[in-house]
């Protein structure tokens, strides 16, 4: 039996960053909104309080604050020729659950997205010429430059309170902020967070080298702070409990720090935890949705009806609910053709690490989660490509954010995984070594893809998101060439041994590397490849908008969370002003 | 325990009953063995002494035996996460590639009971005796046996019992001792991490500077850490 609720304006599917961004603009502009949280409601108080919450193994290790693999998870091959097995544990990525999502366990690393990213093709044929990207790959532009997001940019960051230091401000350029970067209206919202002593070290390496280091923007804020909201943040405490963990300081940006209070107390605004949402519904012509089927914390199946659906889960999860709900028309890898799981791309990380003597104590529990010193010199299209070989880059940076020793115990290669050899390796070398983060980004390719996978299902019964992927061999070229440069780094920070190699092929789902999954959705300016126009709005369901980081056709080097705030922005003021003027698709297909 | 280590503990010690006395763990009498709620006696015995290799004692200081990761493992396996919490469990079954993950049926305590079971059958059939009994180098040789095949331990590859055993060592030498492990912090005075702590605002801009407090574990730290600040209002 499904109980059927009262029609409501819009209905946001989950309640994170996008959900809490897109439900405050929306009752703002006078809207009854319903946020759906399959998550569980938690806030800094008490949730978050210490001294509970500095437990490495219930949080860090049996990752308490993700999604629950038993319930739900996802398949996983390298090929259309391989066959799909469930990832029966987290390892490779963390998607968050619970109010806030991911946001809540995040380590708070705000880069923005560069131009070179947003209109990637056309710059690179532009500069290179149409021959220059491998045939395989089939990155797009966004549909949406740097300078059109830039307001939204702006917005976001001063929700968040962003402490770093502008490198571009209004094209002037400014030594010891990112140079690289786009010119941005006026100056982070609170100065960088301190330099610990391995970025320190980091900064001299690369500046001796000419490249050109800056503070790592950072959501761990530097100094006390209120936002446009009211709301306020402190200054972080540099614990070593940040990534993988939720803030007891209020010190992190997050939905409960920044906006989810104020979101709560208003009086349009309604917000049902434990509801998990099955499908979207649509009418008969499918070109219109009535609202969500979801089945509520008592298990019972309930349809909400709106005017307005916005689905903000995590990349994954759009990307999954979409095919459940048989919006868009699925992407075959063997055509070509079709859009819904297209463009699945990751990162393509790799570590260095510098082993110092014992005489310089790095003290790696002394660190927040984005603090640090980076380099943008390769990242992006800021060096040229024209010898290389590939496209795209990664930043490089000493941002360690911890040292719980469960996950953190360096020992140099060659030392065997246990014994007494192994033991006296981790003494000797836990306070004495740097890591140097090589942090890259990842084409999209042809056969590289999303969908649902014909064997395995969840707790509701329902399809696993069926994950095909292996590392496109343009991203092992970057890795190879940007690792080297990060080496060399590493060589001039003054350790003994510096170890690291690039990443290599095959991906690993059971290694940790970053929860930044990108694409299936993507947004863009064809219907015919992409999921939802530049106003993130479905070109099949014109009341349905699709917001997160499936959005992106391809993923940037950087961390994704500052741009998906700004195309939460952005997207909520094309409804704003836009949308509900006039209802209907805001460009024609 | 083992003969380098014994070496490396009496050379040059003036006093040898000194020397013992400050060598935990490193000769017998062993430490009595604590209450097991998971662990029957032949697997507890075979665990003790598998951890004791995989961490020994030396003179860096106390192993997984003295940081009694056996009562870690006992309660790991004997509660939810032995009995597969946050483990996706629907087949159909099939092996994968390595990359793919762990795609066995066991549950982490059957899997190492499955495991132990036919480790001490294995030793019992060869006229071996029990793992504990063994000498060092013939622990280590038999360890390292399973670590490098998949030999069969009742359905369960060796090598993936091996890594098992090995991770949960490691979790249980470094975690918080409310867990049961990592008795008296003897795994973060090891390296010198210092725990639960929470605030470096004053010191991580001090470079290089050699922070040595004692580590300050869940358990001790009663109530909230304390906050530099007061918490910001909140309608």
């Known amino acids: 039996m499904t109980t059927t609720r009262r029609e409501v304006d819009a209905v946001l599917i989950g309640v994170g960053l996008v959900g809490t961004v897109l439900g405050r603009e929306l009752t703002r502009a006078g809207l009854t909104v319903v946020g759906l949280e399959r998550g569980r409601p938690r806030d800094t108080v008490?949730?978050?309080?210490?001294?509970?919450?500095?437990?490495?193994?219930?949080?860090?290790?049996?990752?308490?604050?993700?999604?629950?693999?038993?319930?739900?998870?996802?398949?996983?091959?390298?090929?259309?020729?391989?066959?799909?097995?469930?990832m029966r544990r987290w390892a490779s990525f963390l998607p968050g659950t619970g109010l806030g999502g991911s946001l809540v366990h995040w380590n708070g690393q705000t880069f923005r997205y560069q131009e070179d990213d947003f209109r990637q093709r056309s710059r690179l044929v532009e500069r290179y010429g149409r021959g220059f990207i491998p045939a395989d790959v089939t990155i797009r532009d966004w549909g949406v430059s740097a300078a059109e997001l830039e307001p939204h940019f702006d917005r976001f960051e001063y929700l968040l309170g962003v402490s770093g230091k502008a490198g571009n401000l209004n094209g002037r350029k400014i030594p010891g902020g990112n140079v690289f970067e786009d010119p941005r209206s006026r100056e982070y919202p609170t100065p960088p967070q301190k330099e610990p002593y391995g970025s320190a070290i980091f900064r001299k390496a690369a500046e001796d080298l000419g490249y050109h280091p800056y503070p790592q923007p950072s959501c761990n804020l530097s100094q006390p702070y209120t936002n446009p909201e009211g709301l306020s943040l402190r200054t972080c405490t540099f614990c070593g409990y940040c990534e993988r963990f939720a803030c007891e300081h209020f010190a992190k940006s997050s939905p409960q720090t920044v906006l989810l209070p104020v979101l709560l107390n208003d009086r349009n605004f309604e917000l049902r935890t434990g509801c998990r949402v099955l499908r979207i519904n649509v009418d008969q012509s499918r070109t219109v949705a009535t609202g969500v089927t979801y089945v509520d914390a008592q298990g019972q199946e309930v349809e909400q009806r709106a005017r307005l659906v916005i689905?903000?889960?995590?990349?994954?999860?759009?990307?999954?609910?979409?095919?459940?709900?048989q919006i868009g028309r699925p992407y075959d890898p063997t055509t070509g053709r079709g859009v819904v799981g297209s463009n699945y791309a990751y990162q393509t990380m790799s570590y260095p690490q510098v082993f110092y003597d014992e005489s310089v104590n790095i003290n790696p529990f002394m660190r927040s989660g984005a603090n640090g010193t980076v380099i943008?010199?390769?990242?992006?299209?800021?060096?040229?490509?024209?010898?290389l070989g590939f496209i795209g880059g990664a930043y490089i940076g000493e941002i360690m954010t911890n040292g719980r020793p469960i996950g953190f115990h360096p020992v140099p290669p060659g030392t065997p995984a246990w014994g007494a050899a192994w033991k006296k390796a981790v003494v000797r070398h836990y306070n004495h070594t740097s890591t140097i983060n090589v942090h890259g980004g990842s084409?999209?390719?042809?056969?590289?893809?999303?969908?649902?996978?014909?064997?395995?299902?969840?707790?509701?019964?329902q399809p696993l998101l069926r994950m095909t992927f292996d590392f496109p061999e343009n991203d092992i070229k970057m890795s190879a060439y940007v690792t080297r440069k990060a080496i060399e780094i590493g060589e001039a920070m003054g350790g003994r041994l510096v170890a690291g190699s690039p990443r290599k092929g095959p991906y690993d789902i059971t290694e940790y590397q970053t929860t930044h999954n990108s694409g299936g959705t993507i947004m863009g300016t064809d219907p015919s490849t992409s999921v939802v126009n530049r106003y993130l709005q479905?070109?099949?369901?014109?009341?349905?908008?699709?917001?997160?980081?499936?959005?992106?056709?391809?993923?940037?080097?950087?961390?994704?969370?500052?741009?998906?705030?700004?195309?939460?922005?952005?997207?909520?003021?094309?409804?704003v002003t836009k949308y509900l003027k006039s209802p209907g698709p805001l460009i024609r297909r | 325990m083992e003969k380098m280590s014994r070496r490396s503990f009496f050379k040059g010690a003036g006093a040898v009953a000194a020397a013992v006395a400050v060598a935990p763990g490193c000769e017998r009498p062993a430490p009595p063995r604590p209450p097991y709620s998971f662990f029957n006696a032949d697997e507890a015995s075979f665990v003790e002494a598998a951890v004791a290799r995989l961490i020994p004692a030396d003179e860096t200081g106390p192993g997984a035996l003295e940081a009694a990761v056996p009562t870690y493992l006992?309660?790991?396996?004997?509660?939810?996460?032995?009995?597969?919490?946050?483990l996706y469990r629907s087949g159909p079954w099939q092996p994968g590639k390595p990359e793919q993950g762990y795609q066995l049926r066991f549950t982490p305590a059957e899997l190492f009971r499955a495991a132990m079971r036919a480790i001490i059958e294995d030793l019992r059939a060869t006229n071996r005796g029990s793992f504990a009994k063994l000498p060092a180098e013939d622990q280590d040789a038999y360890l390292r046996t399973l670590e490098r095949e998949s030999k069969d331990l009742g359905g369960v590859p060796s090598n993936i019992f091996f890594g098992s055993l090995l991770e949960m060592t490691i979790e249980g030498f470094f975690s918080d001792p409310v867990h049961g492990g990592n008795k008296d912090m003897v795994g973060w005075k090891l390296i010198g991490f210092p725990g639960a702590y929470a605030n470096y605002y004053e010191l991580v801009d001090q470079h290089g500077i050699a922070f040595k407090p004692p580590p300050m574990s869940l358990a001790q730290s009663a109530g909230d850490h304390a906050h530099p600040e007061p918490a910001p209002k909140r309608n």
């Open chain 1, 376 to 387: 943008s010199d390769f990242a992006s299209d800021n060096f040229d490509h024209g010898p």
């Open chain 2, 74 to 86: 006992d309660r790991q396996l004997g509660g939810a996460w032995g009995g597969g919490e946050r």
């Open chain 1, 311 to 325: 689905l903000g889960a995590y990349a994954l999860n759009n990307v999954r609910l979409l095919l459940l709900s």
């Open chain 1, 443 to 461: 084409v999209a390719t042809r056969q590289n893809y999303l969908d649902l996978d014909p064997t395995y299902k969840d707790a509701w019964g």
């Open chain 1, 46 to 86: 008490p949730d978050f309080q210490g001294p509970k919450m500095h437990d490495e193994l219930r949080y860090a290790t049996r990752l308490e604050l993700m999604q629950d693999t038993a319930q739900e998870t996802l398949t996983f091959r390298h090929t259309v020729r391989d066959t799909a097995l469930p």
């Open chain 1, 538 to 575: 479905s070109w099949d369901v014109s009341n349905l908008f699709v917001i997160g980081a499936s959005n992106y056709p391809q993923n940037a080097c950087y961390n994704p969370t500052d741009t998906l705030g700004a195309l939460a922005y952005w997207s909520a003021d094309a409804i």
